[in-house]
């Protein structure tokens, strides 16, 4: 027997409708990318939304199903874009501007892009490939200065696309399971893969991620949203914002830890979000220079790669804030733990509590985990047993855009993470390792198996092993070890940094290259990375 309750779609279209009538005057304010600051209010995002959703069918003729690329900063158009293009049923699809050239000419298209809002200052990356997009017909700029002129055929800009449009609209009924936004993700080997998010999954995500045990967001607080939009649909905050009331601040291009003070100063944030090597380096910032009058941030939320207890200590000790540690992943949507403390952690040290806080601490409602040890059985939930962590959940993906998906799945449906996990008894874990072969550099990934395959096409290397090391502003930094074809002929760096170029983006280059005798190999003849990464710890390299 069904209930006797209204079926009442969970579409980004509700958020928006219901941000309109809680919120009306609750902010969004811009730090677009000429430095100029920029403010409307929700009612006023509402118009330009329904403005966007009206240009889409009538100019662009997008419909449902269609998708549409966004290859921008943060800022208020983008989030109309989060809106407008959901809002009439086709993909929202944000596109990284950090890949190489050729990883973003295979994502648009792989998935098969059909328009690209662009940022002006981010065109001249889109140039480059525009003659290889295949099936890309125009090309929207945002935030074009005036007389500019670019290479890029078939342009509108933004405000002319929108402009002449009504600020009122029918929203089309929407399924709730129908897809709403697209994110890709670096694979090990290979292209990206396309992760598709459904209005469902983005609402019950967004209800979740405010909710106190994870972010605690309310119409009290002014964020600031550092995480890119492009990445993983700026981990749902813009999403989230509309169902909280809570003031959004963007500072699109102005991510150098002076910028985000100076905005952290004017705009009062309370609440902030991002990776931690920009929490590290606003911290190391104020150190050098204090600010005048106390910041009002209480909390910045951290993902993306681990936080550490000591810049969690240091954070709070010297300013009074507050870091908290979650973890996701793009196929994750992607917040999946936080780590908070409980009423049972009161009793214990403070260095105690700082060990749970740097925990990736627990599920959310709506979210499942698992770790599966070596002996292919569920592990205990004793803090010790490490495995492979896997999750299932309903903002959890359950197959790629068309590609195939297999591997990543157990015959039994959860989703292999690649991290490596320990459950303690809490249901606090605590990723220890990874088996994806990646390394993590300031938030963005870096194949390490595509740089091997890049370095062995040299012809003076034989064997290259790339692993990741440990570094204090980025987190994490490929180090390839080499093994020369003709030990007498020196390679430089500088040689080998120009070599990579053709085909990385800079920061996917490593800075440091050893040469050594031999890679270290497993009993089945496969580079052994834990080998070298002990080499590496003890000072062998
Ligand atoms: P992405 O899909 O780019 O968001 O990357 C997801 C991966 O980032 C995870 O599988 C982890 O390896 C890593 N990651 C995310 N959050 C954390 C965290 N809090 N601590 C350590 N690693 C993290």
Redesign the pocket.
Known sequence: MNGLIMDYPLTTNTILKYANNAFPDKKLISYLPDGSRHEYTYGKLYKRCCQLANALKNKLGITKGDMVGTFAWNHYQHVELYYGIPGIGAVCHTINIRLSSQQTEFIINHSEDKVIFVDATLVPLLEKIAPKLETVEKYIIINAPKGYTTTLPNTIHYEDLIGEQLDAIEWPTINENDASGMCY??GTTGMPKG?LYSHRSTYLHAMTILSPNAGNYSNNDIILLVVPQF??MAWGFPYMCLLTGSDMVMPSLHLRPDAIIRILESENINKANGV?SIWRGVYEEMKKNPPKTKLALEEYL??????SGSLIENFEKDFGIKGV????????S?LG?ASRLQRKHESLSYKEQIKVRAK??IEFPGIEMRIIGDNGKVAPRDGKTMGE?QVKGAWVIKSYFKTNSRDSFTKDGWFR???VSTIDANGYME?TD?T?D?I?SG???ISSVALELALMSHANIKEAAVIAIPDEKWSERPLATLVLADKNKHVSTEELKEFLSKEFASYQIPDNYVVIDEVPKTSVGKFDKKEIRRLYAEGKL
């Open positions: 993700t670096s992760v990445h993983v931690p951290v993902g993306g790669s681990a936080l540690q979650a973890w996701g992943m793009t196929e994750t992607p733990t990736q601490g962590l993470t690649g991290d990723i990874r994806k990646l993590k938030g963005e990934w």
